[in-house]
């Protein structure tokens, strides 16, 4: 019987063998044998109970937040809506009880055309009483108006008649047959004028 030792089986090129093998296995414990599957968290502790009820949270923010920034906006078209419709109430008003004077002062141009062939203490006390109703109107926001020799303006002026006149530019107003109050956007009423023409 021969006595020689027995030599080692020859390694395949490529292949790891058991001692490499032993040497490349991390020892027990440490961070890489908990990461390999042994005692390390799993991939899903990431999103865990915490992140979700954050991602809620922040949500539910954001939600109430949009909501407050709609109440503002819709308390501020609202408001702007009053205003608006408190404007018109008042200019109704004023335009009602303006109106309500006009009767009273045709009267006291009425009476002031016929007192003025018998001058006497009331032609003064009429004419103070007209004054203080035309006051009361440019008050209200509605002047007097009643110019002549100014250009007729269909925005001012109501036309009631036609006067030859030829020193007169044809168009213009030479005479006010009945004041008007206020002016374009903002009148009781217009002029009524007597404009002139040529033949």
Do not use: C
């Not at 020193?167 to 109050?181: D, H």
């Amino acid at each position: 019987m021969s006595t020689q030792p027995q030599q080692p089986e020859p390694v395949p090129e490529g292949a790891v063998t058991e001692q490499e093998r032993e040497q490349d296995l991390p020892a027990p414990g440490t961070a890489e044998a908990r990461g390999a599957g042994g005692e390390g968290p799993g991939p899903d502790a990431a999103g865990g109970p915490a992140d979700t009820a954050s991602g809620e949270q922040a949500a539910a923010l954001a939600e109430l937040e949009d909501r407050w920034r709609r109440a503002l906006a819709d308390l501020e078209n609202l408001r702007k809506r009053h205003a608006k419709e408190l404007e018109r109430e008042r200019a109704a008003e004023r335009a009602r009880t303006a109106a309500a004077l006009l009767p009273v002062i045709d009267n006291l141009e009425l009476a002031l055309s016929h007192a003025e062939a018998d001058p006497g203490s009331i032609v003064e006390g009429v004419k103070a009483i007209r004054d203080q109703a035309v006051n009361t109107l440019a008050q209200l926001g509605y002047e007097r108006r009643g110019e002549t020799g100014v250009p007729f303006d269909p925005a001012r002026h109501e036309v009631l008649g036609v006067i030859e006149d030829p020193e007169a530019e044809p168009g213009t107003v030479v005479q006010v047959l009945r004041p008007g109050y206020g002016d374009p956007g903002n009148q009781l009423r217009p002029v009524a004028v007597a404009v002139a023409k040529r033949e």
